[in-house]
């Protein structure tokens, strides 16, 4: 999966599906990359790297905590799964 600019889709909902897709492959576990990290290997800019962790962290799949980076979030277990 990759970044097409040409691609009607928004470059950062590209950015977070191809993140997402990390995640769900085991690729990232723990703490991310960081925002420049990510931009570089992603080649796109730092601010679209911003909006799709807003996007995946509305989607529950990442967690920021202030002054440690953003970390794939926990998955919660309800009661009988």
């Known amino acids: 999966m990759s970044i097409d600019p040409g691609k009607p889709e928004y470059v950062w909902r ?3 599906d191809v993140i997402a897709a990390r995640i769900a492959a085991g690729v990232y576990s723990g ?13 796109v800019g730092k601010n679209t790297v911003r909006r799709a962790l ?6 529950g799949l990442v967690v920021t905590l202030p002054q440690r980076g ?6 919660v277990r309800r009661h009988g799964e």
């Open 54 to 59: 807003v996007d995946l962290r509305e989607r």
């Open 31 to 43: 703490r991310l990359p960081s925002e420049g990290d990510l931009a570089r290997d992603l080649g």
């Open 14 to 16: 590209q950015a977070a």
């Open 70 to 75: 953003t970390f794939v979030a926990t998955p």
